[in-house]
């Protein structure tokens, strides 16, 4: 069975995919019709069942099969991811090689993570009682993916699920569907029963619809703030994973290794064309330092080359749309007329926006509190680690922060101190390894992603215990 045959074809017009950089046509998927959704469930409840029947062997084998029919083909992905999402080939190239390892840590976890020893007799009156906890598949999954890693973020939401013996219903993002197809495609190829995974393309209707059913036992969502507020209202009873998003600070200090310190921000600020949660967001340098600093990383940026993601030297391809890029010059100007100054960038050509730096940002700008999503760099001076840390917990929601400096007590205050997800020492906000537990601090997110902590979110504990008395 191939993906295209995965979802339910309807009589509903055909969803239209454009590449970013040119708004040339892809090709065309057919949408999901929401009068459709019981078809779908019923699927989902014979896939949860076939899943769950499967040894972890043989999870494990497919997940394991899977990842080397992607390495094989790893340029062939590659160039779907830069299609569809508009990464560069370099950083697409590297979204293959992790979403590879995704699949290998998946696969580690079904054949590792089946559950524990209880020691009953740890506790008194429990001295005749042994027994065991296992893990057991929740059932359906509803999974809801961006465009920003259109094969990776999918992964971790397939990778983990399969390994736990659950079905998934998948719902990527229309703007970027065939990195998932291709993925999907992938692990049917290595052996994984077809109705495991049912793929659906639609809108706003059909996503209520999906994550509104009794049947789903858990929605794993990555997006927006809004959107994840929205889903939260129409779950109902079931588990809730869900990433929204960052704005993301990182902190450099006057005794950092400062070739390192702007080396790694602006490949933080700039990488996928700052569509990243992640990403370095805002520059928080010490006064000190703050000039020399300013001087450097605008210097660093204007090298960067923005054009056609298909070629070698490339270093920042377009954003998903123009009308993204649009929002995103607006923003600018919106900040720069309230007071913000541009150190450099803030040219739009189409659907590429140039990477862009300000300085002295008000607070009380959207740039500053909101995840801005795109090539914009924000830097501000602070004088104490107390300022720094002040100004790097603003707002509402969280995921990673970074730190440069020389002083390990430092840092390290700092990393306690600091309200996110993920504080990295002497790294830019955006080093994440796929195997670390990843999620936001405060509004940022609920639960936890990261192979075996999804895996762990995405199953549940049965407990066996024996009387010898």
């Not at 700039?270 to 010490?286: E, K, T």
């Not at 150190?343 to 862009?356: D, F, I, N, Q, W």
């Not at 917990?393 to 969280?398: A, G, K, L, R, V």
């Not at 509004?443 to 407990?463: D, I, L, N």
Request: glycine share 8%.
């Amino acid at each position: 069975m191939t993906a295209a045959k995965l979802h339910i074809k309807t009589s509903l017009a055909s969803i239209t995919v454009h590449s970013p950089y040119d708004g040339s046509i892809l090709g065309t998927i057919e949408a999901t019709d929401i009068g459709e959704i019981d078809k779908l469930l019923a699927r989902a409840r014979r896939g949860a069942e076939t899943s769950s029947k499967l040894p972890r062997h043989k999870r494990a084998s497919i997940l394991e099969g899977a990842a080397q029919i992607i390495e094989s083909r790893r340029e062939a992905f590659a160039e779907t991811i830069v299609r569809e999402a508009g990464k560069t080939i370099v950083q697409a190239r590297k979204e293959v090689l992790r979403c590879v390892n995704t699949l290998k840590l998946s696969a580690h976890e079904a054949r590792h993570n089946a559950g524990e020893i209880v020691p009953f007799d740890a506790y008194e009156g429990s001295e005749e009682r042994q027994g065991w906890f296992t893990r057991e598949p929740l059932g359906i999954i509803t999974a809801i993916t961006p465009y920003n890693d259109p094969l990776n973020l999918v992964a971790h939401k397939l990778g983990p699920a399969i390994a736990g013996g659950n079905a998934v219903l998948l719902k990527p993002s229309n703007l970027t569907p065939f990195s998932s197809i291709n993925l999907a495609d992938a692990l049917m190829e290595a052996g994984l029963p077809g109705e495991i995974i049912t793929l659906v393309h639609g809108d706003r209707e059909v996503v209520t619809g999906l994550v509104s059913a009794r049947d789903v036992r858990m929605v794993s969502f990555t997006g927006g703030f809004a959107t994840g507020e929205a889903i939260s209202r129409k779950a109902g009873l079931k588990k809730l994973a869900m990433e929204l998003g960052g704005n993301a600070p990182v902190i450099v200090m006057n005794d950092c290794d400062f070739d390192k310190a702007v080396e790694g921000c602006v490949s933080g600020a700039f990488w996928a064309a700052g569509q990243n949660c992640i990403g370095a967001q805002r520059l928080l340098v010490q006064a000190e330092l703050y000039e020399r600093f300013s001087d450097a990383f605008v210097a660093a940026t204007k090298k960067l080359k923005a054009g056609d993601p298909m070629i070698e030297g490339t270093d920042v391809g377009p954003m998903i749309s123009k009308q993204a890029a649009e929002r995103t010059e607006a923003a600018v100007n919106d900040a720069i007329a309230v007071g913000a100054k541009l150190l450099c960038g803030h040219k739009r050509e189409g659907s590429l926006y140039h990477p862009t730096v300000l300085e002295a940002t008000p607070v009380t700008c959207r740039l500053w509190h909101e995840e801005v999503f795109a090539p914009v760099v924000m830097l501000a001076p602070f004088e104490t680690l107390d300022d720094a840390i002040k100004l790097a917990n603003e707002p509402e929601y969280s995921l990673h922060a970074g730190i440069f400096t020389s002083n390990l007590s430092l840092a390290l205050e700092a990393a306690s101190r600091i309200e996110a997800g993920g504080v990295m020492i002497n790294d830019s906000s955006d080093y994440r390894f796929d195997a670390m537990p990843f999620g936001g601090s405060k509004y940022g997110s609920m639960g936890r992603e990261g192979v075996r902590f999804a895996y762990e979110e995405m199953t549940q504990p049965k407990v066996v215990c024996i009387n010898r008395a």
